[in-house]
């Protein structure tokens, strides 16, 4: 069985940064990608980074310039850098994981629990 435990949420002022985890733990072969997403209160559940283990990370148009997502492959964790947050990035942060639990099996749409942050202005 596999875990995903977000955690680094918050709350920070305006212009202030956090980083968020996504540590991946329990039968875990291999890590494809990991892609973090975030839903607003009232708002739909919307994609801010993703990133193919060992490949190039892909952001959303509102983070560019300001998120950075890397992974510690050796620990099987992914980490979101958030800097000049703005209070339009409140919300609660989820990651979701592709992955193979054994050379046969792959589980493509795991979730965490999520990491709530909120940005006060």
């Known amino acids: 069985q596999v875990q995903l435990l977000e955690s680094g949420g918050g709350l920070v002022q305006a212009g202030g940064s956090l980083r968020l985890s996504c540590a991946a733990s329990?039968?875990?072969?291999?890590?494809?990608?990991i892609t973090w997403y975030r839903q607003a209160p009232g708002k739909q559940r919307e994609l801010v980074a993703m990133?193919?283990?060992?490949?190039?990370?892909t952001y959303a148009d509102s983070v560019k310039g300001r998120f950075t997502i890397w992974s510690d492959n050796a620990n099987n964790t992914v980490y979101l850098q958030m800097n000049k947050l703005e209070p339009e990035d409140t919300a609660v942060y989820y990651c979701?994981?592709?992955?193979?639990?054994?050379?046969?099996?792959?589980?493509?749409?795991?979730w965490g629990q999520g990491t709530r942050v909120t940005v006060s202005s």
């Open positions: 979701n994981a592709d992955y193979l639990t054994t050379p046969y099996h792959r589980v493509r749409d795991d």
């Open positions: 329990g039968s875990i072969f291999r890590l494809n990608t």
């Open positions: 990133i193919i283990i060992g490949g190039t990370p």
